[in-house]
T-cell receptor, first 118, second 112 residues
């Protein structure tokens, strides 16, 4: 595809509900990242996939957050029992090859999903 | 973990003037430093990046400098235009390289 796409663009839910956020990376990109951006802040890392596996999930705040990438392309971020503090913009990024070492690759970001928990 | 600080938080310049945004980082193992521009309601867009084996990189009106010893890097925008108005984020790669640590952003306003 032309770029990283994310759906929905906006999601409003009630406290305690379950939500799923979807990310379609750039075609051919093996690495996929999820970040969370609160108002007035920079993006904060959540999880990184290399292919189908979660290579680094150290940024997930607690066990209510989970992400999958079953076929190594599309990824879904899942949030259980949402809390008002989960309200933020959730950003997805992808890169051609795994970042790291002397040739860290550029991460291309999608437009984000704005999640509002009432 | 890595800690990235960014200054100033807001910056207003007259059209045609230069703008400079500065960032510091804490982890000497970081080796990749991208700069992103974010417009309202959109995701961050890469505008320039620099790797730790070079000290300066330029792309038309945009340049980035890196001082590894002092652990700081800066974004320079010359001949600013109103369309440069946006929030700019610096970032540094983490020790494993697979995540970026972002600064808190600089809101740049270019006054026509």
């Amino acid at each position: 595809g032309a770029g990283v796409s994310q759906t929905p663009s906006n999601k409003v839910t009630e406290k305690g509900k379950y939500v799923e956020l979807r990310c379609d990376p750039i075609s051919g990109h093996t690495a996929l990242y999820w970040y969370r951006q609160s108002l007035g802040q920079g993006p904060e890392f959540l999880i990184y996939f290399q292919g189908t596996g979660a290579a680094d999930d150290s940024g997930l705040p607690n066990d209510r957050f989970f992400a999958v990438r079953p076929e190594g392309s599309v990824s879904t971020l899942k949030i259980q029992r949402t809390e008002r503090g989960d309200s933020a913009v959730y950003l997805c990024a992808s890169s051609l090859t795994p970042a790291g070492g002397p040739s860290t690759d550029t991460q291309y970001f999608g437009p984000g999903t704005r999640l509002t928990v009432l | 973990g890595e800690n990235v600080e960014q200054h100033p938080s807001t910056l207003s310049v007259q059209e045609g003037d230069s703008a400079v945004i500065k960032c510091t980082y804490s982890d000497s193992a970081s080796n990749y430093f991208p700069w992103y521009k974010q417009e309202l309601g959109k995701g961050p867009q890469l505008i320039i990046d620099i790797r730790s084996n070079v000290g300066e990189k330029k792309d038309q009106r945009i340049a980035v400098t890196l001082n590894k010893t002092a652990k700081h890097f800066s974004l320079h925008i010359t001949e600013t235009q109103p369309e440069d108005s946006a929030v700019y984020f610096c970032a540094a790669s983490g020790p494993t390289g697979n995540q970026f640590y972002f600064g808190t952003g600089t809101s740049l306003t270019v006054i026509p």
